[in-house]
């Protein structure tokens, strides 16, 4: 098989799965959507080893989209390590949280379940084409679509009025996204002349570096909104609204991650627009923290998870805004491993609670749900950052390398930021699981003897669980000696950072596991704790009131423009202009006297009566 | 002779299918409809994508003494609007119930759209302004005599009013152009090469795009459009709202854009023009986003549209030009689309406020997913067929002046809020409200599949359109 015609399957094979389920999909046996709907994302992930195997490196293109002028946009794939990177990330992590929803969705009635399925292709198609494009036109493509799948999977539910609310919301906040995506573009073509990711990277020394720092802001809009980073994350909590496996998949372990790989993707952009670098790195860490001190008060288990995800994204942003372009590449692979672990972890333990999410109405759940326990801890401690958990060589990776880039302040300021990021982490982590599982049930729980959950929920989860143990050891660069198999494989692409640890690094790695972890533990006996400061845990609470501060800085002022808009200025004064018109035409054929007219009257009579004169005149001219 | 047949086979078969009784005329004028249609096929396919002027050309001398002849011709930019004008004719046609008038509505929308397809033939200046009054006389009768609501008349006068007005004015124009230029043309590719002075030009350009402007409509001529759309028969709005709104816009471009290509020193209409475009876009989102009227909602969303492809003419670059002409045809499909969907719900249900509706979707799954599709495409969403057009319109905007994009984009946001709030606040959450009597029916789908199969082929090849569109019969067109 040719490889282009590989690369091709690899993009398409979710496509062919959502059409065959959106089709007559629903009407079949409910085992044909068990088979389609995860089978076209392992088909994919088939294809992804296949072309890895093969060492398949290059540019695709297979026919011209559009063609206008100069603006020529292919239909172009881009195969590097870093596609294949992503897809990987895409396809195997993807293809188990899909599997899984086999049996977290069994409660669907027939067409809701094969329209679950489809949404999932659909998702996985568009991320895909994100990731895989080789030009900036397909990249918004792709970038669009995710939000689109995005919008209806958090609103799978349609009858839930907050689903809805919050699919909207999710939505338009990644439009914002995608018209700063566009704007950048169009600065990019302006000034490189092309929209195809080499020429654009090959004509920067061409560029102009004002122009080149706009496109990279602009762009970062998109990643921001994308990736749920400061100030433009309020919609990921809301999206929590959306099934668990969806909550895995897209708001935990890709999408939202889509952001990061914007920016690794463009990072001679971003090598050269200085100011916008930095500026990635700051939203990281400040999101870092900010996210993190949220979590610490949520009761919802999802809402915590989704929290710690913007949290962790900020510590991706923080890694490729300082240049560290491969740790941040990692720490999204780590991410995804442990972050999808989680949430299906505690898929399980929603799916046993009859669709309850609050933490304060579980506990003791240890004892009888041991398997999804300790898949749980796993994650729980992968998160936290503790050795030899996967989360420990990404997190501290990135940490180690912001603390000892040279000759930066500004960096080492962040990376204070993320140091107290991880200490908060240990905190909300341990509340999170000591909650859920610990202690004795508590008495507001409506379940006494949960569920344990079917083989097809329970070893997805095992495999992540497994690879979030073991998975850190392909590269221990945060231990200073070891394998760095990441970094090697993505170096051809964003290259290696230009500095080095040293002893001292890995001395603040251990100090911020051993505080982190000291706090997972120290939750456990500080329950009360929120009583002390009512007003931060009310702060905390209201998520430093950004959906109050929006809804009346936006939201409201639309609607109220829009409606003054409609009642005292389209109707008083531009339709005005009509109303008259009609007067004059009453008037006119009533032989009326004329002269009670107000201006609009004159205006149309001069209009009318003005052009028949000219008419006559410019005639009789022509004539003579 | 092959454009003759375009609009003469309507008018002739329209004047025919007037005296049929009803169900007889409504297929009558289906299959005139089909054969305007095959028609236009074949120009479409037996266009030359490289030749430089208008193709499949004819001329008769008329009022020779004048210089007036019966000149027509198409290019890369009438092309598709004559293509789009036969197609949404037949989906009107087929979308009108038979009733005992059916016969005089069926006749009236073949007669417009015999002048629709005059105007959009036309290369001279004199027979481009008969056509444009010519088909002012179907669409007043077919608002006056079929419009719903409370006063269809009103709107009908209101509508053929401003209308005048600006095409009075326009008259004007075409007599002054004759004299200025002073070639003894109407010509208009003649013209195009003979522009006269910038101050006469000045002059010129107001009184046409006072006449465009108004059709199209722009900002702030647009308020007889809520009136005469929220009168409209759904059919009829397939193609008025469809295919007559692009009547203005191909004006400006056919018209205002090569044959007065200089400002005067202090006065640059062409900044004018975009700015109210700009304003069109905000303006009509802001607009749909406060009605509660689907049927309104939907005639101020057209309006923000229309400020796109404005926007995008007045880029004077090939990107937004094409932009412009490929979201002509997006529009027309969606638009059409959207007013189908809008009115069968009312029907199913008996209410056209949005607020008074919800959770439909359960009762009526395929009128969601359709509906889906078309709002998705209405937004812009990558994949379907709005997405590139308004791209280029907006690539070209920024070429000409990025801040005339800055601000478009915000249209670009605004619309989701309002065509999801539609979408979702009808279609979703818990059921409220009548229940619809059925879901769509058999025949309402299968109207609706080639509208949604061409958002869907056109999103994904925009190509197929743009690459036609090289062969441009004026000089003072990008390309």
């Known amino acids: ?624 | 002779m092959t454009l003759t047949t375009l609009w003469l086979i309507p008018l002739v078969g329209g004047g025919l299918v007037a005296f049929l009784p009803s169900r007889l005329a409504k297929w009558f004028g289906a299959l005139v409809a089909v054969v305007a249609l095959v028609v236009a096929g074949f120009v479409a396919v037996d266009f030359a994508p490289d030749y430089n002027g208008f193709q499949f050309t004819e001329k008769v001398a008329w009022i020779p003494q004048f210089s007036i002849f019966y000149r027509l011709g198409v290019d890369g930019i009438s092309l598709w609007l004559l293509v789009l004008n036969a197609f949404l004719t037949l989906i009107a046609i087929l979308a009108t119930p038979v009733t005992a008038r059916t016969g005089g509505f069926v006749g009236l929308m073949l007669a417009m759209s015999a002048g629709l397809a005059g105007v959009f033939m036309a290369t001279d200046l004199v027979l481009f302004y008969v056509f444009w009054e010519a088909m002012l006389i179907p669409a007043y009768f077919l608002l006056w005599l079929y419009g719903e609501g409370p006063r269809p008349g009103w709107a009908a006068l209101k509508f053929v009013l401003y209308t005048l007005v600006g095409s009075l004015l326009m008259l004007v124009g075409v007599i002054g152009e004759y004299i200025s230029t002073g070639h003894q043309t109407f010509d208009l590719a003649e013209l195009a090469k003979l522009a006269p002075s910038p101050s006469v030009q000045f002059a010129l350009f107001f009184v046409f795009a006072l006449a465009f402007a108004i059709k199209t409509p722009l900002f702030p001529f647009h308020s007889w459009l809520p009136d005469a759309y929220n009168a409209a028969p759904v059919p009829m709005l397939v193609t008025f709202a469809g295919v007559m709104g692009k009547a203005g816009a191909y004006g400006f471009l056919r018209i205002a854009v090569p044959l007065f290509p200089q400002p005067v020193d202090w006065w640059d209409w062409r900044w004018v023009i975009p700015v109210l475009a700009v304003a069109a876009i905000i303006w009509g989102a802001l607009m749909a986003i406060v009605q509660s009227d689907m049927k309104l909602l939907v005639s101020y969303s057209s309006i923000s549209h229309m400020g796109f492809i404005v926007l995008g003419i007045f880029a004077f670059n090939v990107q937004g030009q094409q932009g412009a002409v490929l979201q002509m045809v997006n529009h027309g499909i969606i638009i059409a689309a959207l007013f189908l969907i809008v009115g069968w719900i009312t029907d199913l249900t008996g209410i056209r406020d949005r607020n008074a509706l919800a959770g439909l979707a359960r009762r009526m799954p395929v009128m969601a997913g359709v509906f889906a599709v078309v709002t998705f495409a209405a937004l812009g969403l990558p994949g379907l067929n709005s997405f590139v057009g308004e791209f280029m319109t907006l690539l070209g905007a920024w070429q000409r002046a990025p801040v005339l994009a800055v601000f478009a984009a915000i249209g670009l946001v605004l619309t989701p809020v309002y065509m999801l709030r539609l979408f979702q606040g009808v279609m979703q959450g818990r059921p409220v409200g009548p229940v619809p009597r059925s879901d769509l029916y058999a025949g309402q789908v299968s109207l609706l599949a080639p509208l949604i199969i061409l958002m869907f082929i056109l999103g994904l090849d925009p190509a197929l359109l743009t690459s036609l569109m090289t062969s441009l019969g004026q000089a003072g067109l990008a390309r």
Not at chain 1, 211 to 236: C, D, M, R, Y
Not at chain 1, 274 to 283: D, E, G, L, N, P
């Open chain 1, 1 to 624: 098989m040719s490889t282009g015609l590989l690369i091709l399957l690899l993009l398409l094979f979710p496509a062919f799965g959502a059409i065959l389920l959106a089709g007559r999909g629903w009407r079949l046996p409910r085992i044909f959507t068990v088979i389609v709907g995860p089978g076209a994302v392992w088909a994919s992930f088939l294809c992804t080893v296949a072309l890895w195997f093969g060492k398949t490196n290059g540019d695709f293109t297979y026919y011209t989209w559009i063609k206008s002028g100069s603006f020529d946009v292919p239909f172009g794939i881009l195969i590097d390590n870093l596609s294949i990177f992503m897809c990987f990330v895409i396809t195997g992590v993807g293809g188990l949280i899909i599997t899984y929803a086999v049996g977290y969705m069994e409660r669907e009635d027939d067409p809701s379940y094969a329209r679950f399925f489809c949404y999932m292709d659909v998702f996985v198609f568009s991320m895909l084409l994100l990731v895989l494009a080789d030009n900036f036109i397909f990249l918004i493509v792709g970038w669009a679509m995710v939000g689109l799948s995005s919008y209806l999977l958090i609103g799978f539910w349609y009858q839930r009025h907050s689903a809805v609310v919050a699919a909207r919301k999710a939505f338009v906040m990644n439009v914002i996204g995608d018209v700063g995506m566009i704007l950048g573009t169009f600065v990019l073509f302006m000034n490189l002349h092309s929209v195809t990711y080499s020429d654009v990277f090959n004509a920067l020394s061409h560029g102009d570096n004002g122009n080149l720092e706009l496109a990279a802001f602009l762009l970062l809009v998109g990643a921001i909104a994308k990736s749920a980073q400061l100030p433009l994350h309020t919609w990921l909590p809301d999206a929590m609204e959306g099934p668990t496996p969806v909550s895995a998949l897209i708001h935990a372990a890709t999408m939202v991650t889509a952001g990061v790989y914007l920016v690794g993707r463009m990072h001679p952009i971003y090598d050269v627009a200085t100011y916008a670098h930095a500026a990635v790195a700051i939203v990281g860490a400040v999101t870092a923290l900010f996210a993190a001190t949220i979590a610490i008060v949520q009761v919802d288990i999802k809402r915590v998870l989704a929290y710690s995800t913007m949290s962790q994204i900020g510590y991706m942003f923080l890694a490729v805004g300082i240049g560290a372009y491969a740790a941040g590449f990692f720490h999204l692979l780590s991410h995804a491993f442990f972050k999808a672990l989680l949430f299906m972890a505690a898929g399980n333990v929603i799916h046993a609670m009859k669709d309850e999410q609050d933490m304060r109405k579980y506990g003791g759940l240890w004892g009888q749900m041991r398997p999804t326990a300790i898949t749980f801890l796993v994650g729980s401690l992968s998160l936290v950052g503790v050795i030899p958990f996967v989360g420990f060589f990404s997190k501290e990776q990135v940490l180690g390398l912001a603390f000892s880039k040279p000759d930066d302040a500004m960096v080492q300021v962040l990376w204070a930021v993320g140091f107290a990021t991880a200490l908060i982490t240990g905190f909300y982590t341990g509340r999170m699981w000591w909650l859920s599982f610990w202690g004795k049930p508590s008495p507001q729980r409506r379940v006494e003897h949960p569920h344990a959950p079917p083989p097809v929920m329970m070893i997805p989860v095992a495999i992540l669980a497994i690879l979030a143990t073991i998975g850190g050891f392909i590269q221990t660069r945060a231990l200073g000696f070891g394998p760095a198999t990441v970094d090697d494989f993505l170096s051809s692409v964003v290259g290696n950072p230009a500095w080095e640890g040293g002893g001292a690094e890995i001395a603040v790695t251990f100090l911020t596991m051993i505080l982190a972890a000291a706090l997972f533990v120290w939750a456990l006996y500080s329950r009360p704790w929120s009583a002390v400061v009512p007003w931060a845990q009310r702060l905390l609470e209201r998520k430093y009131y950004f959906d109050e501060a929006y809804h009346w800085a936006f939201v409201r002022p639309t609607d109220w423009v829009a409606g003054f808009a409609l009642r005292d200025i389209e109707q008083p004064v531009i339709d005005a202009a009509v109303v008259d018109t009609g007067i004059v035409a009453r008037a006119g054929a009533g032989g009326l006297s004329l002269t009670q007219n107000g201006y609009f009257r004159n205006y149309v009579l001069v209009f009318v009566g003005g052009a028949v004169v000219a008419a006559v005149i410019l005639i009789v001219r022509a004539n003579s």
